[in-house]
């Protein structure tokens, strides 16, 4: 059985959106192989906990069509699936490595971390722990019987290979005199990452660890920790971290990061699937747009490429849009309504518009943009009008006298009387555009005149006259 997981921290306020893109290819994976997708809480970090984050990580995924096989509010068959209601499990685990000599106490004070670590910088070496606590156990013992806050540490040996082999990387080799003996279970009774993800890993049968290659660092950790346990070793693949065109790491400072912001903007989930598939990946066949389906049935991890992706808000914006125009009238509205709920849009207008703005439209939130001006009458205006009094007047009154009031007809008699008053069309039509919303760009013309009706035309020219 195919198991694969993602691991999310509820320490911001929703799902990241590199979160997102493992997830989608854990997701996929799982599918493929008729497996299971598990979500599991990874809430250790009791400092940085934000409210709410759990469920709207869970809402957020289910936004985009990822639902997990087992997760903290659908249950499973190896719950509980949040970190923190697990804790007597990563104590007796931790218990069992002191036992065989894989872990250790430690009771040093943090002064005396941040000196050890100083000092090894100073002889250019790694910095990491010294073994201090672990050849005084004895000691170390009686001190924590006497009150001493202590963590367990894993005790790495010494210059030693550790090889594993990356589904996407190949095969990666990294001495243990690179690695720090790493804390597995804090002093507040919390485990760390490291000891949790292998040991949860290991009792929810997970089969393929596929994450971020930032983890490719701490794999070898995790590879010890297996092989003190006895347990066989999952398969490892690290996807690349998603980059900015310049190449620097997303990150909110600069980003819009957050799962659910791309949702608010108006990007359909389905297209933003599509673009996080070709992120290091590419199709057989090179097509850029395809849905979920055409992508499960010719993913392979082997395809995915090592090397960083860039993350394009504007190559994003062209597909969302490629997939705006795929979506029938009826549902373009729909979402459009959905997004603008609190507008309460004129459902009438609405479905007029829709084939006039579906082809301009990158974002469903470009909508209130390009259309706005069909539901609320200029406040401002882009482009001063005061010298064109005496032509806007003239508009009015051509106005006036059109009995049939439909598009082709508006056009026909404006364009008469700009011929008549010698005004170039481009500057008669932009003065007429300016006075009727505000803006220099529009829906069509002529087709929106004919929705706004022909009072209400009348009375925006004379208003902007």
């Known amino acids: ?123 250019k070496l790694v910095p990491r722990y010294d073994k201090y606590c672990l050849a005084r156990q004895d000691q170390v013992k009686r001190e924590i019987d006497s009150g001493a806050n202590y963590v367990i540490r894993l005790n790495i040996p010494a210059d030693t290979e550790v090889v594993f082999t990356d589904m996407i990387r190949g095969e990666i080799a990294i001495n243990t005199n690179n690695l720090d003996d790493q804390v597995l279970m804090k002093s507040d009774g919390f485990p760390t990452y490291h000891l949790a993800v292998v040991v949860d890993d290991h009792l929810m049968k997970i089969s393929h660890v596929i994450r971020a290659e930032e983890w490719i660092s701490s794999t070898p950790k995790h590879v010890l920790l297996y092989q003190a346990f006895g347990w066989d070793l999952p398969f490892f693949a690290h996807l690349p971290i998603l980059r900015n065109p310049d190449k620097s790491k997303l990150s909110k400072r600069k980003n819009p990061v957050w799962a659910s912001w791309y949702l608010e903007q108006g990007f359909l989930p389905e297209a933003v699937l599509n673009y996080l598939a070709l992120m290091g990946w590419s199709h057989p066949d090179g097509k850029e747009i395809f849905d979920a389906e055409e992508f499960t049935s010719v993913f392979t991890l082997e395809r995915i490429q090592p090397v960083g992706p860039v993350f394009d808000i504007t190559k994003l914006e062209w597909m969302n849009g490629q997939y705006i125009m795929k979506l029938k009238n009826d549902n373009l509205r729909d979402k459009i309504q959905e997004l603008y709920k609190e507008n309460k849009l004129d459902l009438n207008i609405l479905n007029l518009s829709i084939p006039l703005v579906r082809e301009r439209m990158k974002k469903l939130s470009d909508y209130w943009n390009i259309a706005g001006m069909l539901f609320e009458p200029p406040t401002t205006y882009e482009k001063e009008l005061g010298d064109q009094k005496e032509l806007l007047e003239k508009v009015t009154q051509t106005l006036e006298a059109i009995s049939e009031w439909k598009a082709d007809v508006i056009g026909e008699k404006l364009q008469d009387l700009a011929t008549a008053e010698k005004v170039p069309f481009s500057t008669f039509f932009m003065t007429l555009r300016i006075a009727l919303s505000g803006k220099k760009i529009t829906p069509p013309l002529n087709e929106s005149m004919e929705i706004l009706g022909k009072e209400e035309c009348i009375a925006r020219i004379k208003n902007a006259a």
């Not at 306020?13 to 290819?25: K, Q, T």
Request: net charge neutral; with cysteine; charged share 30%.
């Open 1 to 123: 059985m195919i198991r694969t997981r993602i691991p999310p921290s509820p320490t911001g306020e929703d799902l990241h959106i590199g979160n997102l893109y493992s997830a989608y290819i854990n997701w996929t994976f799982a599918r493929k192989h008729n497996g299971k997708f598990i979500v599991r809480i990874e809430d250790t970090d009791r400092t940085r906990l934000v409210e709410g984050a759990e469920n709207q990580i869970l809402s957020t995924l289910r936004a985009y069509n990822i639902a997990p096989d087992e997760t903290i509010d659908i249950g499973g068959p190896y719950a509980p699936y949040r970190q923190s209601d697990r804790l007597d499990i990563y104590k007796k685990h931790a218990e069992d490595l002191i036992v065989s000599g894989h872990a250790y106490f430690c009771i040093c004070t943090k002064e005396r971390l941040d000196s050890v670590r100083s000092e090894m910088q100073a002889k």
